[in-house]
């Protein structure tokens, strides 16, 4: 017999000539028929993020959806998961937290995909919600407007749901049940896939899964990227005075840190994930707060006034004892004091307040200006103008200070305020709002874990406090008495200094620990801190073997 709806024919009671609802619910649960549908959910989830990504290439809408919800992931926990992150991945932090939103997007995509087996509905509505998150994390930006998000969510979303739901019909076996509830759930026939239908799948997948590839790679040959290198190519300014480098070849042939460190080898530790690429030509620095005259400077005419050259190091407050987020260059630029008397600072201000392209912040009391210290607006770095990742187009420059409370990459405004009126990103998220450089040595050779050979073998490192200087180094060998180390010349107080000690060594295992004192008379703190909240400190010790 046949039912009124015709869907489903009977010989007999409890036989039917078709599937019936039991086998058709077991199919669908299947784990071959779970497994293929992941699939098509991660494969549609590609699609998405391919086109996202492309569209915001193409239209300029920088950060793409993947890189601004990583933003938003950033600025939730980024005080709980900082040091967690940097001691983990290292300088690698931002690459793994992007594969991270990626495989969160595909698993999502998958789970969804599985679903969908029995609700059709379900990636049109999980990808307009997710849609909806990426516009919403975009448009959060500094650096992207709201109309440029929605048409990113517009284009991208419709493209994964389709390529999930057509994936869907060549992948899953469905057939109706012919029950109302098939209407009611808004099921559409799927028919199952026969030889060819699994042939149409494989070559469906494979070519969706290569073109959201290929929009991927051309949406970062589409980046800005040439706007950035066109204008780095130009020629610098030639500052006033240039500063003067020491001969450090001796302490470097004994294994001590370059006094340079090289501009590909310098640390980078920030929270943009994706590298802001500003347009020099539209680009430009607002002065403003509690000052007299506020105004804003272009690129151009910031390179026209007197600019100085000066060598300083600078560290990251999340470096861990021994470790090398630390690093000295020659930096170019204008005199911060130079903007400051232009803008006729209110004796009011007590804080310098400075904000990125990409919204990040920091501040610092205005009365470490003292003259003495060099702060500078930086736009060259070891003679060249400032790679993208460090900064291009401006970035402050202070010595003796965290980056976290005063190196602002990417520098968008300067704001003059009161000490309490504003804090940084950093200080609500459980960090010091203070952040003077603590005083700091290393062992760079031998390293940890080395094999050294018996006989005479140099021991070296770098020692640092900026703004205040170094007046000795010393080691202790096993335990043994504290031996003065040799220090090499520097520039100046505001960079590391270089030391060395020869030492015979002798076949079997041993240990070097290494402690220094600043210009002051000041001794290094031997008590161990991680460096939450206002940085590490404790001595760097290194075990080693010399081979008998």
């Given amino acids: 017999m046949t039912d009124q709806q015709g869907a489903i024919e ?13 086998e058709v619910s077991s199919r669908e649960a299947s784990p071959g028929s779970a497994r293929r549908a992941a699939l098509v959910g991660v494969i549609g989830a590609g699609v998405a993020l391919g086109v996202g990504e492309f569209v915001s290439a193409l239209i300029g809408a920088q950060p793409s959806p993947v890189v601004a919800v990583g933003g938003r992931f950033i600025d939730r926990f980024a005080g709980a998961l900082k040091d967690i992150a940097v001691s983990i991945f290292g300088t690698n932090d931002k690459p793994a937290l992007i594969a991270g939103t990626v495989m969160i997007t595909c698993a999502l995509g998958a789970a969804t995909a599985v679903g969908a087996r029995r609700r ?18 975009q448009a959060a930006d500094p650096q992207v407007d709201a109309a440029p998000a929605v048409i990113v969510a517009a284009l991208s979303v419709p493209a994964g749901a389709a390529a999930t739901r057509r994936l869907l019909r060549l992948a ?20 199952r896939p026969d030889a060819l ?9 494979g070519a969706l899964g290569a073109g959201s590839a290929g929009l991927a790679v051309a949406a970062r040959a589409l980046a800005r990227g ?6 780095r190519a130009a020629g610098l300014p030639v500052p006033a005075r240039r500063a003067a480098l020491p001969d450090t070849a001796a302490f470097e042939a004994a294994g001590a840190s370059r006094y340079v460190t090289p501009v590909k080898d310098f640390y980078r530790i920030d929270t943009a994930l994706l590298v802001p690429q500003v347009d020099a030509d ?13 105004f804003s400077i272009g690129y151009d005419e910031l390179l026209s006034l007197p600019s100085i050259e000066q060598v300083v190091t600078l560290q990251c407050v999340s470096n861990e004892v021994g470790d090398e987020l630390v690093g000295t260059a020659v930096w170019q ?18 804080q310098v307040f400075s904000t990125s392209v990409d919204g990040w912040n920091c501040g610092f009391p205005i009365s470490v200006l003292d003259g003495e210290r060099p702060a500078m607006i930086a736009y060259a770095m070891n003679g060249e103008r400032l790679p993208a990742r460090h900064g291009f187009p401006a970035r402050l420059v202070v010595s003796g200070l965290y980056g976290y409370v005063s190196a602002t990459k990417w520098l968008s405004t300067i704001e003059l305020t009161t000490w309490d009126g504003t804090d940084g990103y950093w200080v ?11 005083l700091t040595s290393r062992i760079d050779v031998p390293r940890s874990g080395a094999s050294v050979t018996p006989g005479r073998t140099p021991i070296a490192g770098v020692a640092w406090r900026p703004a205040t200087g170094i007046s000795a180094v010393q080691i202790s060998i096993d335990g043994g008495d504290w031996l003065d180390c040799e220090l090499g010349e520097v520039a100046s107080e505001h960079t590391w200094v270089q030391w060395k000690r020869d030492w015979d060594a002798t076949p079997g295992d041993h240990e070097v620990v290494v402690r220094a004192v600043d210009a002051q008379g000041e001794p290094q703190i031997t008590r161990d801190q991680e460096p939450a909240p206002d940085g590490a400190t404790g001595l760097h010790r290194v075990s080693f073997t010399v081979a008998s």
């Fill in 10 to 22: 009977v010989d007999a009671p409890g036989t039917a000539t078709d599937a019936s609802p039991r």
């Fill in 428 to 438: 609500p998220r459980g960090w010091s709002k203070k952040g003077p450089i603590k």
């Fill in 172 to 191: 899953v076996p469905h057939t109706p049940t012919g029950e109302p509830s098939d209407a009611v759930r808004g099921a559409d026939p799927i028919p």
């Fill in 282 to 294: 539209s680009w430009d620095l607002s002065i403003g707060g509690l000052v007299a005259r506020p």
């Fill in 120 to 137: 059709a509905w379900l990636p049109l509505a999980v990808f307009c919600a997710f849609g909806a998150f990426g516009a919403w994390a």
């Fill in 226 to 231: 040439d706007v950035v290198e066109a204008a």
């Fill in 197 to 205: 239908g699994r042939r149409r799948f494989i070559v469906t997948a």
């Fill in 333 to 350: 630029g204008v005199a911060l004091a130079t903007l400051l008397d232009r803008a006729g600072v209110k004796d009011s201000a007590e």
